[in-house]
């Protein structure tokens, strides 16, 4: 049965069930001051698995959306919240709906765990492929993952450079050269050997690349098998990327382009106060500092 809302100014309008306009409205989004359109995949495919996606978007209340529940983090939950502002602001733009319900994004805290050594260790130990592979370059190239790992193509990847070029990003900065540690190369001619084209991490189906569920499928039973934490995501790597480069080279502008960041606080995160650089500091200013006993003896 359609479903009809009456115009003020004559004749109806048919309203959406909110999966209907998810297909239609949410595909394309150009944000301001970009040249790139960006896909709301991810948001909406949290949201189909909600019953509002079978609601006419004039029935869908704050209370209504509050009472959604996505899986794992808050920033994951995010994507769908975002989506689903973006559809009411498109429904209403074309006139389908007058009000728009105000609700609040789910609170995101930093990310703080790490990927450090410890874990890529005992993921390593029982980690399956390419999982495996995937671990190590994410640490060591800070890539995003899905966006930009998974989509690696083999004529990006310049051996006699070092370099892997990222075309398309979350972000127009995140468009860059990414430089390759020894270890990366050494994974990517592996994978690449005798192909000058396609998909580096290619898919058990033909002329596609590998998805975000099979790899999460391997990440989860990867990471039960090592003892480690559920808050530890693969995600956790491209974070560790940044907090190291950070440590070592004090360059948070290096580590912006390396990263794809174009906004300086995006950037911040990554700045922490490592505690053994505030232990070396306390301590260094006692080193040559004369004791009392020291300077009457001098006087005396």
């Known amino acids: 049965m359609l479903l009809f809302r009456s115009d003020p ?8 069930p909110c999966g209907l306009l998810g297909g239609d409205l949410v595909k ?21 698995q909600t ?19 996505f899986p794992r983090s808050a920033s994951n939950g995010n994507n769908a919240l975002r989506t689903l502002r973006r559809m009411f602001t498109k429904a209403k733009e074309d006139k389908l709906i007058f009000e728009v319900p105000e609700f609040a994004l789910f609170k995101e805290h930093g990310r703080s765990l790490r990927l450090n050594d410890d874990a890529e260790r005992r993921l390593s130990a029982v980690a399956a492929q390419p999982i495996k592979d995937i671990i190590v370059v994410m640490r060591d190239t800070g890539m995003r993952n899905a966006r930009e790992l998974y989509c690696m193509r083999v004529e990006n990847v310049d051996f006699d450079a070092g370099t892997i070029f990222t075309p398309d990003s979350k972000t ?19 994978r690449c050997a005798g192909r000058s084209e396609g998909w580096v991490w290619m898919s058990r189906y033909k002329g596609k690349h590998i998805g975000e569920g099979m790899v999460y499928r391997q990440w989860v039973r990867a990471r039960q098998a090592a003892g480690l ?10 974070h560790d990327f940044g907090s190291f480069v950070l440590a070592k080279t004090g360059n948070l502008k290096a ?46």
């Not at 100014?9 to 959406?16: N, Q, R």
């Not at 934490?229 to 491209?238: F, Q």
Request: overall charge positive; charged content about 30%; aromatic content about 8%.
């Open 51 to 69: 019953k509002i996606a079978a609601m006419r978007m004039d029935l869908i209340t704050k209370d209504e959306i509050e009472k959604l529940q």
């Open 28 to 48: 394309l989004f150009r944000k301001s001051k970009s040249k790139y359109y960006w896909y709301y995949r991810n948001g909406w495919r949290l949201l189909e």
């Open 229 to 238: 934490p559920r808050e530890l995501v693969l995600y956790c790597a491209r």
């Open 255 to 300: 580590v912006m382009i390396a990263m794809g960041h174009g906004d300086v606080r995006s950037a911040m995160v990554y700045q922490h106060p490592e505690g053994e650089i505030i232990r070396n500091a306390l301590n260094a200013r006692h080193i040559s500092r004369p004791t009392v006993l020291d300077d009457n003896q001098a006087s005396a």
């Open 9 to 16: 100014f004559g004749g109806t309008h048919e309203l959406l």
């Open 172 to 190: 127009e900065s995140g468009r860059r050269f990414i430089p390759m540690s020894t270890r990366v190369k050494q994974i990517l001619e592996a």
